[in-house]
Structure formats: C-alpha cells, structure tokens
C-alpha cells in the first residue's frame, strides 16, 4: 500500500528551480552576514516579526479547515471586526476607564487596561464566531462543502462592509502600549549618548512572536486531546463522527471560536511593523488574510506545522525580497515584495501539491 | 430493549420511506432485518441512532423508544449516550487517522479515563487484529480490518445495543464466517444486536428473530429459524427452493405470475 505516486513534469522542474533558489539564497545570506550584518541581523528580525503574525492567522485558517474542511474566507472580516472590538473597547471607552502617561506612545491606556481591553476583545470575538458557526455554518452540517465556503464568502462581504462602514477613511487607533517602538541591537554610542547604527527591532516583533509561540504551543496540546482527535474526525466523515456520538456542533463551535480569536490577534499585528506603521486600524487591515494565503497553502492546509513553517518562510521571502532587491524596484514595481509570497507559493506548490506538511490524501491501491 | 413503532419517515418532506415500520429488539437478543436493496434498512438505522438530519429526513409518526424512554428525532450523540451505537453502512472508518484514535474518537462520548481505558482493553482483545495495528493510518487497512475496526469504535462506548448495519458488504466469505463469529461473541458478553444485512443466511443463522421488510415495512417477522424454514423466504432470500423431486429448480421453466409472495396481495 503506498501513496499513488504519477509523474509530474512540474515536480522535477519545480524542485530542482527550488533547489538552485535555496543554494542562491543561502550563499546570498553567508555573503550578508560577513559584509552587512547589521542589515542582515534588521531584516532577520522584521522577518521573523512578520512571519510569526503570518503563522498566527495561518492557525486560524488551519485550525477551522481542520474541523469543517472549509476554507474560512471571512477570516480578514474577523481579523479587522476583532481588532475594532480592541479599539472601541481601549481608546473609544477607556476600559477600565483609566489612562496613564505611558512612555512609549505619551497619553494612553495603562498596561493592565490595555491587556483587559485586548481579553474582552478576544472574548467577543470569539463570541462572534460562535454567532456566525450557530446561525449561518450550524445548518450546513453534512451539506457540501462547497456551499459552506461561499457562504463563509459571503460572511466575508457581511463584515467587511460593516467593517469598512465604522472605519470610513480615518484611522482607528489601538493604543498599543508599545506603540510603533523598538529597540536597537548593537551600533555605536557616541558622545552625545545618541546610538548610532545597529539593527531596529521594533517591539512588536517580539510580542508577535511570543504571542505565536504561545498559541502554538496551546494548539498542539489540544491536538493531542480526546476533543483534538474527534476535531479531525468530524473533519473527515461528519456523519460518521455523529453515529460514533461526536457532538458536531460542539467541535465546529470550538473551531470558529478559536478561528476568530486567532484572526483578531493577527489583525491587532496587522497594524503595527513591519507590516504598518500606524498603530491603528484602517482599511488595509483586512488584507492581512489574503497575505496570509500563500502561508497556509504553503504549509498545508491542514496542518499546524505547516502552518508555522509558511507563516515564517513567507515572511522571511517577502521581508527579504524588499530588503535585498530594493534596487531593483524600478524594473519590479513599487509593491513588488507583495508578490513575491505568491511566487513562493506557486514554487512550493509544484513541489508539494499538498503543501509541506498537508496530509496527502489516503487511498489504497 | 428497543421499540419502534408504527414509525414513518420522510426525507426531503416528500419521499416516503417508511410507511408504519414497527420492530422491536429484546435485551440480550440479536434481531435481523432482512430485505432488498430500497426497503428502508438503512433508514431504520438512521431513524433510531438520530441521522437522518444529515440526509434530509424526518421520523413523522410513530415512535422510537429505547429502555421505556422516547428517543425520536433525539440528537445523535444524546441517543449514543443512551445506549445505542451503530456500525454504519460501508464500514465509514476515519481514513485519516490511525487505529487507536479511531478507537479514541469511538470513546468520545465516555467521559471517565478509565472506563475509556477499559473498552479500549477489550476491544483490543476482541480484535487481536487490531491491536497489532494500533498505530496504522486505517485507509491503508483491508476491508475486513476496516469492518473490525468500525466494529471496535462502536464498541468503545459500551453499547447496549449495537445496530451493524451491512458488516459483512463487500467481505470474502470466509471473513464473513469471522465477522459471524464477532457478532455472537458481542452478543453472549451481553450486548443486544439488530443486524441489517442482505446476506439472509448468515443474518439468520445468528440471530434469535427476524423481520422482513419491503417497500418501507414488515411483511413478515418470525423466529429465525421458522423464517429460514419459510418457501418464500428461502425463494426470495435464500434461492434455496428445490422442486418436489429434491433438484434445484431452474428459472427457466417459472412463468413470472407464478412467482409470487405470499404477503404481495
């Protein structure tokens, strides 16, 4: 019994393209780390900052495939409702009603009030996602999957027109009590105590990878559990699931809860560095799921590891694309590095038609 | 002990599939339900473990009643938890996973570790099999092994009474003698079994009574053995029946009219 196995031009092609790319950026990175390795040590960490938000929002994605076997398109509306629950409850309302002078970003909500505020926030997201499972997945169940994509399509059009509706052209802040800040690795101190030089890491790098370490780890552990594995078996045969008493409902509301809650903390990070640099919400916010894509599809659909492993070799692709052809931005266009995930993607792609890590599917022959 | 009565089901709200189907399953007993491809098996069995949601259909008179309490139209995981799990047509194993967590998911509804622990156990004594398999992806497992495994999940929650809807479909014969063999096994450590099955012989060489079902009811229910003693059962279900000189008799020389049952009026 082995895994179907036909030939395909494209494999070969595609892997060894892959293979004289890896060899070419590798031997590009070494050439960096002994003439620039202040830049190098810069772009590493923006990379790393952006790749951790991508793994983020790739989890959510990955995390709902994996219950309900469809892809979540309204995940962008989740990230930007979810990061507009933070900015009414934080900055709107002042939850818990204090401000402090804060010395990163001056008047602004305290620590302890910020991380209430971003609690409370996450709760009703999460509660957003149980409404739309309870009301418009909910009915679905053992209907085609089709269907219950283009309607997650169309709760995508729902929230962003609400979204987009309370956004309007300004920008809502967040009051991220790091504000856009960082720090500064290495450089020189002059005489006027003035650092000069060094690698910028903004904060929000650190948090964001922090923040993903934490839910995976969280994510991998329930994976393990007796709810983990009935989360995949409803995934595969929902009938089934049902006749052994797996409670459907159950699984699929755990699943969108966690999705949703997943999508507001990636749009959170979607607007701080290095991906903006407002601190706030606007319009743009939304996209940060359709950035995501070529992370998850990279990964694996259905795959936590793989959700990870794209999230951070897409970032680190889109982050070193702008850093290191910058000069050649003339021939690419202006938003070239945008683009560049795609083509990682694509590549990846006719390597592994299932992503790094998804499961091929199981057939006996 | 399990009641159906007078029940009726629907799907789309339009097709009629059961029209007054009534059987019932003592305690300790194994129950066939016999019949040809469309008399309404396979709804039956989705009628009383509560799938028939998943396929557009209702359950709009009659009753399902399991130990004296009313179960119709009741969610599939409350009706698990009340006692009745079942092997589900075409054996339906979750590919993807292997077989201890296939076996996982079958405990699902058990919430004590050591309950859980303990089917587990048995079921692995049960099937041997299984056990040298526990950690194979079950896609990959044969058919029989697959039909052991759907078994053994079903088994995870300590039924009281196992519905096996088709085990032996698609199985060679001599699996079918060891599926035979699980199923009294099942059944003398107390569980209480309706067996649907297309495969007359075996279902009623087992089994302590039989129901014919035709077109959405019961035309004819019995001791299995007076069923299996039945010209018309062994007729149409069995093709056993000799002419009066011992010979099998050829389709040949019948004229269509004279094949007739008894219970077609």
Known sequence: MDRIKGFNPFTSIGSSALTVFIAAVVLFLINRAIFETTVLVQTLAKALGLGAVYAIVALGFVLIFKATQVV?????????????????????????????????????????????????????????????ERIVIRPMI???????????LGMEAFLRTFANDSVRVQLRPLGIPWGTGGFTLGGTVGDNGITTGGAFVAWSYVAAVITAAVAFVAVFLFYRSRMGVAMRAVAFDQEAAMANGINVGLVFAIAWAAGAVLATI????????????????????????????PAVILGGLDSVQGALVGGLIIGLAEISAGQYLSQFSGQLGAGYPLIVPYVVMIIGLLVRPYGIFGTPEVRRV | MLEVANLEVV???????????????????????????????????????????????????????????????????????????????????????????????????????????????????????????????????????????????????????????????????????????????????????????????????????????????????????????????????????????????????????????????
């Open chain 2, 11 to 265: 799907y789309n709200e339009v097709v009629l599939v059961l029209r007054g189907l009534s059987i019932e399953v003592p305690d300790g007993h194994i129950v066939a339900l016999l019949g040809a491809n469309g008399a309404g098996k396979t709804t039956t069995a989705r009628a009383i473990g509560g799938l028939l949601g998943v396929h557009e259909g209702k359950a709009t008179k009659g009753s399902v009643t399991f130990d004296g309490r009313e179960i119709t139209n009741d969610k599939a995981s409350a009706i698990v938890t009340a006692g009745i799990t079942q092997v589900m047509e075409g054996r339906r194993t979750f590919a993807d996973l292997t077989v201890h967590e296939n076996l996982m998911c079958g405990g699902f509804t058990v919430k004590d570790r050591s309950t859980r622990q303990a089917s587990y156990e048995r079921v692995m004594e049960l099937f041997p099999r299984l056990k040298e398999r526990r950690r194979q992806v079950a896609g990959y497992m044969s058919g029989g092994e697959q039909q052991m495994l759907a078994i053994g999940r079903a088994l995870m929650t300590s039924p009281k009474l196992l519905i096996l809807d088709e085990p032996s479909l698609g199985l060679a014969p001599q699996l079918v003698q060891q599926i035979r063999d699980i199923i009294i096994n099942i059944n003398q450590e107390g569980t209480s079994v309706l067996l649907i099955e297309q495969n007359a012989m075996m279902a009623l060489s087992i089994a302590n009574y039989g129901y014919v079902m035709e077109t959405g009811k019961v035309v004819m229910d019995g001791e299995a053995s007076k069923l299996l003693d039945d010209d018309d059962v062994k007729e149409f279900y069995l093709g056993l029946r000799s002419d009066e000189s011992g010979n099998r008799k050829s389709f040949r020389n019948v004229k269509h009219y004279k094949r007739k049952k008894k219970w077609a009026s």
């Open chain 1, 266 to 293: 990636g749009g959170i990070y979607a607007t701080q560095p290095p991906i903006a640099q407002t601190g706030a919400v606007q319009i743009e916010t939304q996209f940060i799921a359709f950035r995501t894509l």
């Open chain 1, 72 to 132: 979540n398109f309204a995940q962008g509306g989740l990230a930007m409702v979810g990061a507009l629950f933070l900015s009414f409850l934080a900055v709107d309302e002042h939850i818990p009603f204090t401000t402090i002078q804060n010395p990163l970003i001056g008047i602004g909500p305290s620590w302890f009030g910020w991380g209430l505020s971003v609690l409370v926030a996450l709760v009703f997201a999460a509660l957003l996602g149980l409404v739309i």
């Open chain 1, 142 to 152: 053992g209907q085609p999957l089709f269907s219950v994509a283009i309607i997650t």
